[in-house]
């Protein structure tokens, strides 16, 4: 006995229309932007200095002081918050904290 020939089936994408380039100002919302001047240090931070945590994620806006530095390619920092917290934190968003005490008014 012989065997068939199988067919398949068309392929769904055979048939889309052809993709249309819209407005070149629109942005998808998947896709990352990456921060380079991560990479260029912003200021002289040693251990022991005081320094406010400025970016978005956890701890931010809590000073801390710096216990230790670590060069690469992107420059980082383990810092121990006021609450007792260590975190490594990119040394970019380290802001340098004032020096003088809050006054009460």
């Not at 889309?16 to 932007?33: E, K, L, N, Q």
């Not at 040394?91 to 009460?104: F, M």
């Amino acid at each position: 006995m012989r065997k068939r020939k199988v067919t398949y089936p068309v392929a769904r994408t055979a048939n889309r229309p052809a993709r249309i380039m819209g407005d070149p100002s629109y942005v998808r919302p998947t896709v990352v932007t990456i921060d380079t001047s991560a990479m260029a240090p912003r200021g002289s931070f040693a251990a022991g200095d005081r320094v406010v945590i400025a970016s978005d994620g956890l701890y931010a806006g809590e000073t801390a002081i710096v216990e230790r530095l670590s060069q690469g390619v992107i420059p980082a920092a383990v810092v121990r918050t006021e609450a007792g917290r260590t975190r490594r934190v990119r040394v970019i968003d380290l802001r340098p904290a004032s020096t003088q005490a809050p006054t009460e008014s």
